[in-house]
């Protein structure tokens, strides 16, 4: 779920496969912060994966006030994640179908049309340290982000193809871009 701290005044728009789950446990375990929507005051919103435009809309008042921030992967990495996620748990659906139909692009999630409109962006693949940098912004001490929701380790290469490796870049070349992501 979108997380929404009225405490803290931030919202943390959740990217699928981006450590969502761990940071939503850091949020109630740790820090023992309360999601608004999870308050019980907001029905219907228990879709843990919303945009930011989605979010800037159904919570402008809040959106205008609060910090937002994100996490983003490499695509590459992303994808295979939720492939391997959704292998381990014997559903046969395949990197492809993910790329195409299952997983929204991460753009979608930070940018209204061509406009980035989270206030900060924090990168997977430095997570600690950058969450341990933002944190204060926000009014909270730097904690550890114990890891929730770990696949089984494996290789993202073996995933891809050419085809595949092209169909991410299309689908993610606003964000590869912008972040300086390579398959590599």
Same mark, same amino acid.
Request: aromatic share 8%; no cysteine; hydrophobic share 45%.
């Given at each position: 779920m979108t997380y929404i701290c009225d405490k803290h005044k931030f919202i943390f728009v959740e990217v699928q496969k981006t450590a969502t789950s761990s940071f939503n446990y850091m949020f109630h375990k740790q820090y023992k912060i309360k999601n608004f929507l999870y308050e019980g005051k907001i029905t219907g919103e228990f879709n843990r994966h919303r945009t930011a435009t989605y979010i800037k809309n159904k919570f402008s008042d809040r959106w205008k006030e609060y910090v937002t921030f994100s996490i983003v992967r490499n695509p590459w990495h992303r994808y295979a994640s939720w492939a391997k996620w959704i292998e381990d748990k014997d559903v046969d659906?395949?990197? $492809?179908?993910?790329?195409?139909?299952?997983?929204?692009?991460?753009?979608?999630?930070?940018?209204?049309? $061509?406009?980035?409109i989270v206030d900060k962006i924090l990168k997977f693949e430095n997570l600690q340290q950058e969450w341990d940098e933002f944190a204060p912004t926000i009014s909270l001490e730097p904690k550890t982000l114990d890891h929730q929701n770990k696949t089984n380790i494996y290789d993202y290469h073996d995933y891809y193809n050419d085809k595949l490796i092209d169909m991410v870049y299309k689908k993610e070349k606003k964000i590869i871009d912008m972040m300086g992501y390579t398959y590599d």
């Open positions: 659906i395949t990197i $492809d179908i993910i790329i195409q139909r299952r997983l929204s692009s991460i753009t979608d999630f930070i940018f209204d049309k $061509d406009k980035l």
